[in-house]
């Protein structure tokens, strides 16, 4: 029994020809394109991460500064 992958799916899905072609063996002739892509992709995914994280970042500050302000709102008030 053949195993098929998701990736399979979706390349079958996106276009059958490519997919028959791939099925067959036959390597494809834009490798520039699909190379451009792929790090256009990589450079991308690079991004994102980096915007979660100065996300991440900024909303631990905001905690960091919220809790020092409270804290320094009770010591005036215990004052």
């Known amino acids: 029994m053949r195993i098929i992958r998701a990736s399979e799916l979706g390349s079958f899905l996106y276009c059958e020809r490519a997919w028959w072609y791939n099925a067959q063996g ?3 002739e834009n490798k520039a394109e699909l190379a451009a892509g ?3 992709h ?3 995914g690079t991004s994102v991460w980096q915007a979660r994280l100065a996300t991440w970042f900024g909303l631990i500050l905001l905690a960091a500064s919220l809790i ?3 804290v320094a709102a009770t010591l005036l008030l215990i004052r």
């Open 26 to 28: 036959i390597a494809s």
């Open 68 to 70: 020092i302000a409270a």
């Open 38 to 40: 792929s790090s256009f």
């Open 42 to 44: 990589r450079q991308h």
